[in-house]
């Protein structure tokens, strides 16, 4: 079992910058990729960034350019800088790790809210 937990979140200004930050704890050995998902109220929980032991990275086109994911293979750590951020940006992220056998694992989620 994989546990994951995220830290971060909060209220930033249109424009403004947060990071987030998640850790894993458990079977972290495991683990082949780490990255996450935001919720809007009343909308699907989408793929933000993901990044592979292998070192693949994806973003979805709403947030190249602004968000920057990055990790700690070691630790088993996953950040996501998000800059320049918009009020459509606004959800609840969530970490999600897999593991070899393509079990997924969630955080609790982090709230982000941009907003005036």
């Known amino acids: 079992q994989v546990q994951l937990v995220e830290s971060g979140g909060g209220l930033v200004q249109p424009g403004g910058s947060l990071k987030l930050s998640c850790a894993a704890s458990?079977?972290?050995?495991?683990?082949?990729?780490m990255g996450w998902y935001r919720q809007a109220p009343g909308k699907q929980r989408d793929m933000v960034a993901f990044?592979?032991?292998?070192?693949?990275?994806d973003y979805t086109d709403s947030v190249k350019d602004r968000f920057t994911i990055s990790g700690d293979n070691a630790k088993k750590t996953v950040y996501l800088q998000m800059n320049s951020l918009k009020p459509e940006d606004t959800a609840v992220y969530y970490c999600?790790?897999?593991?070899?056998?393509?079990?997924?694992?969630w955080g609790q989620g982090t709230q982000v809210t941009v907003s005036l």
């Open positions: 999600k790790a897999y593991d070899r056998m393509y079990r997924s694992f």
């Open positions: 458990g079977s972290i050995n495991s683990i082949n990729g």
């Open positions: 990044i592979n032991t292998g070192g693949r990275i």
